[in-house]
Every structure is written in structure tokens, then in C-alpha cells.
């Protein structure tokens, strides 16, 4: 998640016409005693919140555990959840207490106070595992309870975005009489207080009943879900929708597949939901690379970069050119690279800026790709990416696609020049695209660096607790990333989701939140 580089397959196709049939519950029944299949390519990777930090695991996380707060469905600013309410108790942002609802359980029966909201906290810290979420905490300095229905956290800086964090995956709360103080729990087993209890969870499948005891702002349509995983294997997945197995198919079919289903007569009762998504894909740019370190050649592949053509070509309208390195649809979003570069590739521009920096012959140029980890069209877009650096004459640029361990690794040791990342937001504000980019601690290790966006832009935007005067500041950073070029962001994903005749809610799991909503769901 956000957490993450791991951002994971934008699964493609066709909306249904303003999702008629996709999602009134009106059209199907009011039984909430059925159970559904959901099937995704993707594996969950943890069942333990201090260790889960992909998309995967988060959705079991969303779904099992409760957050203090939770995001609304369709909105970006969090709610009350586990907690009966929650402020900033400072004019600095750096004081936040939650008072808990009344009567909160866990789904064993045992009562969920404060003590365990601290211990989850603390424990995630401590863990401090690396493919964990304790990253994002890293300003937390103390969690206090002086009762057990209050929460005080105490930060080392100001922090106007923590109840986002706290609202997301890697805030949910654990039975510290189940967990483990100091180590990861290991029995593939789960014991939170949210919607839904984890019956059983295995290699291929997880699955999950309503929870009775659950008190929150969620509606259970449902009695339970369970979790097909077809461990990348999209034409698994397409085929297990088409013979009914699935009911609905969630990140990973690509857009052929999708192509597919509508070209066959036997898909009839099948239909495609589209949702919103703040999923992005950048270039990433070495800073320190005797060629991608050079100005001249970051803006010349930002003059000739044709975004249209790249989405018709390889994701068939399925995602949308991104102009910025703050997607659509977030606070604080412009179009500093739209401005700077334009949306037409320019080969006079990109003559000129090699020209500016001395560079007067054909730029050789490997594009670094890894196969599936961020979608499996990545090989094929940065394919498409150098022939369009190539038809220019200017560069020779070729592809190379390595296994995702390895490309991890050499990235951290510097071995590439331009590489390929995505990122699924752990949050829907403008910091969660930013700080983790450009702030201490770079998670793209492209050794870039800038004072004024570390030292001013981020503590400024950190700090103020109305997001929407944070818009000056954001707008100054993304016009000098535009400048300056240490990534160049190339699309931003759309959400699909292919569901059968009878299933309804599909619209309510797909948005900026990343939350996919099992309760939402209700079958006929």
C-alpha cells in the first residue's frame, strides 16, 4: 500500500453504462444470509498488521480490524470508527486523543480498550518489521492512556495528517491478550474487532464470516466472503469468473482478458464495474547516473514521453495520463509536468535540452522494468515508452525486466539509471504522495534531494491541520519536482472490477480510499 512501492495490477476494461445493474441494491434481494466469492491475483501477505504493507494484506486488515477511525465510503477525510471521537488537543498538531465508543469487543468476546489500542501501536513500533507499516509512524513519539476509554498520542512534530494514518491499515487494532509484545504471529490466525472474523486462511483461499459481535459504522450485507487467490495467474482468474466459481474478480485481470469476456457469448451476466483509484506509475531517475543524472536527459524523455498513445496502446483507455506527482482527485493537485512539458511529444525541446547540457549524440538508455509487481503490462509499457524515445532518432533505449527481489535490490544499490515504480496510496491526502518520495528517508532511493521541499514544503504541509490551505505549498513542490525531474509520473490507474448477475455493491469498494469494503457486498 502506500506503503509501498508495492502497488499492485490495474485489472482492465470497459465500464458498465453509469453502472447499471452494478450496484442498486434495490435490484437484488433483501437476504443477507448469502455467502461471496471474491477471487483476485494478488496474495495477501500477512495476516499480522504489524507486518502486512501491501494492498493484499490491508484488505484483510480493513476488514478484520477495527481503526479508531475509518474512511466513508467515497470520502477521503476519516471518521469515527472504534473511537467515539478524536482532536488534536494542541494549536501545533502534535497532541491527538480518542475517546472509545462504549461496549467495543473483540470477536473472542473480550472487551477492546485503550490498553489495546496502545499496545497495537507500540507493538508495530517495536516489531519494526521491514515489511511493515511502522514507517508510517515514524513521528509518533508516545501513546498514553490515562483511562481506559482514552487514547493520547503524543508526536515528535506537528502532524495534521496522522488520523489519516491511523485510519488506515496500519492502524488497526489488536487483542493484546492474542499478540505477541515482541515478535509476529506466525499461526496464520487473526483476532480483531471489525466486520468480519477470519475463519480460516491458507495458501489458496481465506475465509471470512460476518462478525455478530461488531460494533462500528459499517452494515454487513452479507453472511461472510471468501478470498480465491490465483497467486498471479490471470487467466485462472478470468476463467473461474466465466465458469461461476467467482463472483467477482478484483485486481487482476488485465485488459485483454477483460476484451475477452466481452467478445464471448457465454459472458452474458457479466459485467464490469469502474471505480475511482489514486494508483499511479512514475520513472523513477538516479540522481547519481552518469546519463539518467543528467537534467538534459530527464527532460528530454519528458518531451518526448507520449502518455496518450501509451495508455491507447497498452492499458486501452483503462487508466489516464498524470501530469503531477499528486493525482487527480486528491487535494492539491496541478499539472506542473503538463505545464512544463506539454501533452505533445516535441523533439525540437528534446533536441534542445540535450543540447543545453552538452549532449549532441544518440543517448544510449535502459529502461528497468520488473513483470508483475505493478501490473502485468509494466514489460510492455516500458517497451512502448523506449520505441518512443527511439522514433525520436535522439536516444537508444532498450528494456530490461528483471524478477522484483532482485530489482529491489539493485535499486538500493544503485545499479539502475531509470526505473519503474508504482505506489498505492496508504492514505488519500496530498503528504502520502509526497513526504515518502521526497522527504527524509526517500523511498525511491534516486538520492534526490531539495532543502526547500525538505526543510520548508513538507513541515509547512505536515503542520497544517486544514488540508485545503495547504495548496500554496503543494503546488510550489510539484513545480520543482516538474523542474527538476527526479521522477516523471505516467498514469494514473482507474479501478475495475468484474462482478456476475446478482451481485451488488461493487461501486462502494472501488475508491481513493483503497478500502474494498467486504460489507458492501450482497448477493441475490
Same mark, same amino acid.
Given at each position: 500500500?502506500?506503503?509501498?512501492?508495492?502497488?499492485?495490477?490495474?485489472?482492465?476494461?470497459?465500464?458498465?453504462?453509469?453502472?447499471?445493474?452494478?450496484?442498486?441494491?434495490? *435490484?437484488?434481494?433483501?437476504?443477507?444470509?448469502?455467502?461471496?466469492?471474491?477471487?483476485?491475483?494478488?496474495?495477501?501477505?500477512?495476516?499480522?498488521?504489524?507486518?502486512?504493507?501491501?494492498?493484499?494484506?490491508?484488505?484483510?486488515? +480493513?476488514?478484520?480490524?477495527?481503526?479508531?477511525?475509518?474512511?466513508?465510503?467515497?470520502?477521503?477525510?476519516?471518521?469515527?470508527?472504534?473511537?467515539?471521537?478524536?482532536? #488534536?488537543? !494542541?494549536?501545533?498538531?502534535?497532541?491527538?486523543?480518542?475517546?472509545?465508543?462504549?461496549?467495543?469487543?473483540?470477536?473472542?468476546?473480550?472487551?477492546?480498550?485503550?490498553?489495546?489500542?496502545?499496545?497495537?501501536?507500540?507493538?508495530?513500533?517495536? &516489531?519494526?518489521?521491514?515489511?511493515?507499516?511502522?514507517?508510517?509512524? *515514524?513521528?509518533?513519539?508516545?501513546?498514553?492512556?490515562?483511562?481506559?476509554?482514552?487514547?493520547?498520542?503524543?508526536?515528535?512534530?506537528?502532524?495534521?495528517?496522522?488520523?489519516?494514518?491511523?485510519?488506515?491499515?496500519?492502524?488497526?487494532?489488536? +487483542?493484546?491478550?492474542?499478540?505477541?509484545?515482541?515478535?509476529?504471529?506466525?499461526?496464520?490466525?487473526?483476532?480483531?474487532?471489525?466486520?468480519?472474523?477470519?475463519? %480460516?486462511?491458507?495458501?489458496?483461499?481465506?475465509?471470512?464470516?460476518?462478525?455478530?459481535?461488531?460494533?462500528?459504522?459499517?452494515?454487513?450485507?452479507?453472511?461472510?466472503?471468501?478470498?480465491?487467490?490465483?497467486?498471479?495467474?490471470?487467466?485462472?482468474?478470468?476463467?473461474?469468473?466465466?465458469?461461476?466459481?467467482?463472483?467477482?474478480?478484483?485486481?487482476?485481470?488485465?485488459?485483454?482478458?477483460?476484451?475477452?469476456?466481452?467478445?464471448?457469448?457465454?459472458?452474458?451476466?457479466?459485467?464490469?464495474?469502474?471505480? %475511482?483509484?489514486?494508483?499511479?506509475?512514475?520513472?523513477?531517475?538516479?540522481? !547519481?547516473?552518469?546519463?539518467?543524472?543528467?537534467?538534459?536527459?530527464?527532460?528530454? &524523455?519528458?518531451?518526448?514521453?507520449?502518455?496518450?498513445?501509451?495508455?491507447?496502446?497498452?492499458?486501452?483507455?483503462?487508466?489516464?495520463?498524470?501530469?503531477?506527482?499528486?493525482?487527480?482527485?486528491?487535494?492539491?493537485?496541478?499539472?506542473?509536468? #503538463?505545464?512544463?512539458?506539454?501533452?505533445?511529444?516535441?523533439?525540437?525541446?528534446?533536441?534542445?535540452?540535450?543540447?543545453?547540457?552538452?549532449?549532441?549524440?544518440?543517448?544510449?538508455?535502459?529502461?528497468? %522494468?520488473?513483470? %508483475?509487481?505493478?501490473?502485468?503490462?509494466?514489460? +510492455?509499457?516500458?517497451?512502448?515508452?523506449?520505441?518512443?524515445?527511439?522514433?525520436?532518432?535522439?536516444?537508444?533505449?532498450?528494456?530490461?525486466?528483471?524478477?522484483?527481489?532482485?530489482?529491489?535490490?539493485?535499486?538500493?544499490?544503485?545499479?539502475?539509471?531509470?526505473?519503474?515504480?508504482?505506489?498505492?496510496?496508504?492514505?488519500?491526502?496530498?503528504?502520502?504522495?509526497?513526504?515518502?518520495?521526497?522527504?527524509?528517508?526517500?523511498?525511491?532511493?534516486?538520492?534526490?534531494?531539495?532543502?526547500?521541499?525538505?526543510?520548508?514544503?513538507?513541515?509547512?504541509?505536515?503542520?497544517?491541520? !486544514?488540508?485545503?490551505?495547504?495548496?500554496?505549498?503543494?503546488?510550489?513542490?510539484?513545480?520543482?519536482?516538474?523542474?527538476?525531474?527526479?521522477?516523471?509520473?505516467?498514469?494514473?490507474?482507474?479501478?475495475?472490477?468484474?462482478?456476475?448477475?446478482?451481485?451488488?455493491?461493487?461501486?462502494?469498494?472501488?475508491?481513493? *480510499?483503497?478500502?474494498?469494503?467486504?460489507?458492501?457486498?450482497?448477493?441475490?
Amino acid at each position: 500500500m502506500g506503503n509501498q512501492w508495492p502497488a499492485l495490477p490495474v485489472a482492465a476494461g470497459l465500464a458498465c453504462g453509469l453502472l447499471t445493474g452494478c450496484g442498486s441494491l434495490s *435490484s437484488g434481494s433483501n437476504d443477507a444470509g448469502s455467502h461471496v466469492v471474491v477471487g483476485m491475483s494478488d496474495d495477501v501477505l500477512a495476516t499480522d498488521p504489524a507486518s502486512g504493507y501491501d494492498p493484499g494484506s490491508w484488505l484483510l486488515f +480493513d476488514n478484520v480490524f477495527q481503526t479508531l477511525l475509518g474512511f466513508p465510503k467515497g470520502g477521503t477525510e476519516p471518521q469515527p470508527e472504534a473511537a467515539k471521537s478524536c482532536a #488534536f488537543t !494542541d494549536s501545533r498538531t502534535q497532541i491527538y486523543q480518542c475517546t472509545l465508543k462504549d461496549g467495543l469487543k473483540f470477536s473472542n468476546g473480550d472487551p477492546l480498550t485503550a490498553q489495546d489500542v496502545k499496545f497495537s501501536f507500540d507493538r508495530t513500533l517495536k &516489531i519494526n518489521d521491514p515489511a511493515g507499516p511502522a514507517i508510517m509512524f *515514524s513521528v509518533l513519539d508516545s501513546v498514553q492512556t490515562p483511562d481506559d476509554k482514552t487514547v493520547v498520542f503524543k508526536l515528535k512534530a506537528p502532524d495534521a495528517t496522522f488520523p489519516s494514518k491511523i485510519a488506515s491499515g496500519a492502524g488497526s487494532i489488536v +487483542d493484546h491478550r492474542q499478540y505477541d509484545a515482541n515478535g509476529l504471529r506466525k499461526d496464520n490466525q487473526a483476532v480483531g474487532s471489525g466486520p468480519y472474523k477470519l475463519d %480460516s486462511f491458507s495458501k489458496d483461499e481465506a475465509v471470512f464470516s460476518a462478525n455478530k459481535g461488531y460494533t462500528g459504522t459499517a452494515q454487513v450485507k452479507n453472511a461472510g466472503v471468501t478470498l480465491k487467490f490465483f497467486h498471479g495467474d490471470q487467466p485462472a482468474l478470468k476463467q473461474a469468473l466465466l465458469d461461476g466459481k467467482v463472483d467477482v474478480a478484483y485486481r487482476g485481470l488485465t485488459t485483454k482478458d477483460i476484451a475477452g469476456i466481452d467478445a464471448q457469448d457465454d459472458t452474458k451476466g457479466i459485467e464490469v464495474v469502474e471505480g %475511482s483509484s489514486a494508483e499511479v506509475q512514475h520513472l523513477v531517475f538516479n540522481m !547519481d547516473d552518469p546519463v539518467a543524472g543528467k537534467l538534459g536527459v530527464r527532460k528530454a &524523455i519528458a518531451y518526448l514521453l507520449d502518455r496518450d498513445a501509451l495508455i491507447r496502446d497498452v492499458y486501452q483507455d483503462t487508466a489516464t495520463p498524470l501530469y503531477s506527482i499528486i493525482p487527480a482527485g486528491i487535494a492539491g493537485h496541478n499539472t506542473a509536468f #503538463f505545464d512544463t512539458y506539454g501533452a505533445r511529444p516535441s523533439k525540437a525541446k528534446a533536441t534542445a535540452a540535450l543540447h543545453a547540457d552538452g549532449i549532441t549524440g544518440k543517448v544510449h538508455l535502459t529502461l528497468w %522494468s520488473t513483470p %508483475s509487481r505493478y501490473g502485468p503490462a509494466t514489460d +510492455d509499457e516500458l517497451k512502448t515508452v523506449a520505441a518512443q524515445l527511439n522514433a525520436s532518432g535522439l536516444f537508444q533505449a532498450d528494456v530490461k525486466s528483471v524478477p522484483f527481489d532482485q530489482y529491489e535490490k539493485d535499486i538500493a544499490n544503485g545499479k539502475y539509471g531509470v526505473y519503474v515504480k508504482g505506489w498505492v496510496p496508504d492514505y488519500p491526502d496530498a503528504d502520502n504522495f509526497t513526504a515518502p518520495f521526497f522527504g527524509q528517508g526517500n523511498v525511491l532511493d534516486n538520492h534526490y534531494t531539495n532543502s526547500t521541499i525538505t526543510g520548508r514544503l513538507i513541515p509547512r504541509t505536515a503542520a497544517q491541520s !486544514d488540508r485545503a490551505a495547504t495548496d500554496k505549498e503543494y503546488g510550489q513542490l510539484q513545480d520543482i519536482v516538474a523542474e527538476q525531474l527526479p521522477v516523471l509520473p505516467i498514469w494514473q490507474a482507474k479501478q475495475y472490477a468484474v462482478v456476475r448477475d446478482g451481485v451488488y455493491g461493487l461501486e462502494y469498494c472501488l475508491d481513493a *480510499s483503497t478500502v474494498f469494503r467486504f460489507w458492501e457486498l450482497k448477493k441475490s
